[in-house]
């Protein structure tokens, strides 16, 4: 995807923000809701910034779980992103099957999780 796919979905989520939670108002009509879901669901490499955005938003409004392997795989997202920042090699690559991240108030910490699966050889 190109940067203008980028921009696309950055006004969208843009203007509901600006029209909605960043006046205090959380309540969402359900087009919104559509539009913040349908781009919370997409590859990050394809959608960019704004499908990061989408995720939080939607956050606030519902709770979902991304499995970003596969909207990638799927959309063959992650290997023409690959191609164009020169990664050739995928073999050495470790792909994240479980990510956690949870507070620890005691000790006013943030505790990141991450179990990986081995690369196969």
């Known amino acids: 995807m190109d940067a203008s796919n980028y921009e696309y979905y950055r006004k969208i989520i843009n203007d509901i923000y600006l ?3 960043a006046q205090n108002i959380y309540t ?3 087009n919104d809701v559509a539009q913040i879901y ?3 669901h997409l590859c990050p490499l394809a959608g960019g910034p704004a499908v990061i955005d989408a995720r939080a938003l939607y956050e ?3 709770r979902a779980e991304y ?3 596969a909207l990638c795989q799927s959309a063959n997202d992650s290997r023409s992103e690959m191609v164009r920042t020169g990664i050739t090699n995928t073999d050495s690559l470790i792909t994240p099957t479980i990510i956690k991240l949870y507070p ?3 000790k006013n910490q943030l505790i990141l999780e991450w179990i990986a699966a ?3 050889k």
């Open 60 to 62: 606030l409004i519902g």
């Open 19 to 21: 029209r909605t939670f």
């Open 118 to 120: 081995q690369p196969s």
């Open 28 to 30: 969402v009509n359900a």
């Open 67 to 69: 499995n970003d392997l």
């Open 104 to 106: 620890n108030p005691a």
């Open 38 to 40: 349908s781009i919370a």
